[in-house]
């Protein structure tokens, strides 16, 4: 055998192995699908849980309480997506609201439209925020936008590092909540210093608020009031309200209308949205009035787990925040990421229960040989108690197979 041969013969039994590997994965994303899908007692509803027929009836019995499903569909965002536009600058109190198909685009347009408004290419944002983690490096890459750090500390910036920055900036991007560092958010006094720093430099602001919905109990403000800090604000349909997908960008009239022509040239410009358009419409009737209860609910949860944890003799976990900000948090265990899912399925499937879905190993701020899963609380969450909670934990334990393998170290 030459080398090339056996080169080629190691390409292909590696490519085989990533295929079967691929095929694995997807096998066993599609049974925990199944298995959540079907559960009878869950804390919230997936965002991809159920089936096309179930989820098409669904959107039909409760679009038609919001809109009249006998008129024409929307034709490049006339219609029913207009009207969803209308119905997110007043919710949000700005003057003019634009849909755009993803929350990418949305923000790739609006942080190329103020650098170019302010004639500043640089953008000040957290390490962490979805640019800097989930995009590919797409700000840099297609609107020749550069990033700076106010801080690295998985926590929200501060006034004072703002001030300091060493670097000269045109845009603050805020994530609010910062997802990455665990759904938190800052005190409103400090939300109102920082936007107040980024201005005295000569700075616009700019709200990703992919989860803004769900933000008022934290910081006891309406919608109108938060997003009134800002030059700015990206808002999502899917997350918090439970809409397809879908995003808008909203704030005064002219920088809209600017959006408006970048979302053409960006391939936003869609020819039909309507059932996107109309699962948001339902998401702000239905799900943004009940926000506020989950995210008291969450706290309830989150120490219900605290206790059950600590009863349970677990050597060391964190539930952060202690106090959830949003009606979201993160749980960390010392045990392996896919014994932990596994067990989560496995009680979806004996027991019609889900208590935690997919976890992962993401390193700090956690110590080696953890795992991290995101909670989130919603309306079927809202008929489980503190006895609930610490039964359906007792459950879950009882199926993690690396259970006694911990890293050490106190509860917290």
């Known amino acids: 055998m030459t080398a090339d041969e056996g080169t080629g013969e190691a390409e ?32 919230s509803d997936g965002p991809v849980d159920g089936t096309v027929a ?14 009249d499903l006998d008129g024409s569909p929307d034709i490049y965002g006339d219609g029913i997506v207009a009207h969803l536009e209308e119905r997110t600058a007043a ?16 923000q790739q347009v609006a942080l190329r439209c103020w650098a170019g408004r302010t004639g500043s290419p640089v953008v000040a944002l957290h390490p962490m925020a979805h640019p800097e983690r989930h995009e590919r490096g797409a700000l840099g890459r297609l609107s020749g936008l550069s990033t700076v750090h106010p801080t690295s500390e998985p926590r929200p910036p501060t006034a004072g590092e703002v001030r300091e920055l060493e670097e000269p900036f045109g845009t603050l991007m805020l994530e609010l909540p910062l997802r ?32 803004l919905w769900e933000c008022t109990a934290h910081f006891g403000r309406t919608l109108p009031e938060i997003a009134a800090l800002a030059d ?9 309200l439970g809409g397809l997908s879908g995003a808008a960008l909203a704030g005064p009239a002219d920088f809209v209308a600017q959006t408006r022509a ?41 120490a219900a787990l605290r206790a059950g944890l600590a009863e349970a003799g677990v050597p060391w976990f964190r539930i952060h925040p202690e106090e959830p900000h949003t009606h979201q948090f993160q749980v960390w265990l010392p045990y392996g990421a ?22 992962d190993s993401p390193g700090a701020p956690g110590p080696p040989g953890t795992a991290m899963t995101e909670v989130t609380v919603g309306a079927p969450g809202l008929r489980w108690g503190a006895g609930e909670v610490r039964d359906a934990l007792h459950g879950f334990l009882h199926r993690v197979p690396e259970r006694g393998t911990a890293a050490g170290g106190p509860g917290s």
């Open 12 to 43: 292909e039994a590696r490519g085989d192995f990533e295929a079967e590997s691929a095929g694995d994965a997807d096998a066993e994303r599609a049974r925990g699908l199944a298995a959540w899908t079907a559960a009878r007692r869950k804390l």
């Open 232 to 240: 700015s604000v990206y808002v999502s349909f899917y997350k918090s």
């Open 262 to 302: 970048w979302r053409h040239r960006y391939g936003g410009q869609v020819f039909q949205q309507w059932p996107a358009a109309l699962s948001a419409l339902v998401g702000l009737e239905r799900e943004l009035p009940r926000l506020p209860g989950y995210a008291a609910h969450a706290r309830a949860v989150a």
């Open 338 to 359: 896919d014994g932990l899912t596994e067990a989560g399925v496995r009680q979806a499937e004996e027991e019609g229960t889900v208590l935690f879905r997919v976890w």
């Open 180 to 211: 990455e560092a665990g759904f938190v958010l800052p005190a409103w006094d400090e939300l109102v210093a920082v936007t107040e720093a980024a201005r005295e430099r000569d700075a616009v602001v700019h709200f990703d608020g992919a989860r």
């Open 54 to 67: 179930g989820r098409l009836a669904r959107l039909a019995r409760e679009g038609a309480e919001v809109w």
């Open 91 to 106: 919710a949000l109190g700005c003057e003019a609201a634009a849909f755009f198909p993803t929350g990418t685009m949305a």
